[in-house]
């Protein structure tokens, strides 16, 4: 089936609100890793290992990844980016957003049909957070590939 939406992995939530793991969305290191159409993913999966970049028998294998194919790879590496200024924001009456600075990559990247990515921590397991669709493929050659995140934040919630 492919790519049709964004969503947050259910068991993440699940994890974090049942404290399964030592979570800190601050001080964690947040990657975004971009991806191919080959990958149809579901959010309902069964296991932490399932929603985690290049966890086995996931989704998000390396051999679907989309990287930087010039340079080594070092403008949008493998395993994604880091993303910055990560925040949670209740600012907003009724609901909690998840934000980070827009994602990227070095100014002389070549990349290829991205058509979504992976928001992963990477200091836990590398287990995903969310997924994001982009709407189609992406590319770029010899620039700036940016994701440029919702003014809503990568993930919001209604209360």
């Not at 290191?29 to 399932?50: E, G, H, M, Q, R």
């Not at 998840?98 to 921590?121: E, H, M």
Request: proline share 1%.
């Amino acid at each position: 089936m492919a790519w049709s939406n964004s969503k947050m992995f259910q068991r993440y939530l699940s994890n974090r609100i049942g404290n399964v793991t030592a979570f800190d969305y601050d001080a964690d290191t947040i990657k975004f890793a971009l991806y191919n159409n080959s990958i149809t993913p579901d959010n309902d999966v069964a296991t932490d290992v399932l929603t985690a970049y290049n966890g086995a028998a996931s989704q998000w294998l390396t051999a679907n990844e989309v990287i930087d194919t010039t340079g080594g790879g070092t403008d949008w590496p493998a395993g994604g980016v880091t993303l910055g200024t990560k925040t949670v924001d209740v600012s907003a009456a009724d609901f909690v957003a998840i934000r980070a600075a827009n994602a990227a990559s070095g100014a002389t990247a070549d990349i290829a049909n991205a058509f979504g990515g992976l928001v992963y921590d990477s200091t836990i397991s590398n287990v995903g957070m969310c997924y994001n669709y982009f709407g189609g493929g992406n590319s770029v050659t010899n620039g700036t590939f940016t994701v440029v995140w919702h003014a809503n934040g990568i993930v919001r919630f209604a209360l």
